[in-house]
Nanobody, 115 residues
Framework: QVRLVESGGGLVQAGGSLRLSCITS????????LGWFRQAPGKEREFVAS???????SYSNSVKGRFAISRQNALNTVYLQMNSLKSEDTAVYYC?????????WGQGTQVTVSS
C-alpha cells in the first residue's frame, strides 16, 4: 500500500521559515518525480516545486528563490524548505509522487503565515 505522509506544517510569522517533510512508503520512490502542491482556501490546488529521480528541480515563480526542494532516496523522503514566508503562502501543502500513470498524494499539512 502506497502512503505519503507530510509533516512540519504550522503557524509562523511572516519572514519566518518552515521545513516540510514527506515520507513515502509502499514502492520504490527513487524512480518517481516527487513534488509539492498547495491549496489555499477558495483557490485551486497549485504547483509549488518538484524534483525528478535525477535531481532536476522546478519551482513555481511565486516561490522561486525562497523555497528549496530536496530528496533523500535512502530515507524515502522529500523536503520543502520554505524561507521568507509571506501571508500568501498560507495553504494546505500536499506531497505528491508521480511515475508514469501512477500518481499519489498525501493528506496535506497546514501552513499558516501570520502578517
Amino acid at each position: 500500500q502506497v502512503r505519503l505522509v507530510e509533516s512540519g506544517g504550522g503557524l509562523v510569522q511572516a519572514g519566518g521559515s518552515l521545513r516540510l517533510s514527506c515520507i513515502t512508503s509502499g514502492d520504490t520512490f527513487s524512480n518517481y518525480v516527487l513534488g509539492w502542491f498547495r491549496q489555499a482556501p477558495g483557490k485551486e490546488r497549485e504547483f509549488v516545486a518538484s524534483i525528478s529521480w535525477s535531481g532536476r528541480i522546478s519551482y513555481s515563480n511565486s516561490v522561486k528563490g525562497r523555497f528549496a526542494i530536496s530528496r533523500q532516496n535512502a530515507l524515502n523522503t522529500v523536503y520543502l524548505q520554505m524561507n521568507s514566508l509571506k501571508s500568501e503562502d498560507t495553504a494546505v501543502y500536499y506531497c505528491t509522487a508521480l511515475f508514469g500513470s501512477s500518481n499519489y498524494w498525501g493528506q496535506g499539512t497546514q501552513v499558516t503565515v501570520s502578517s
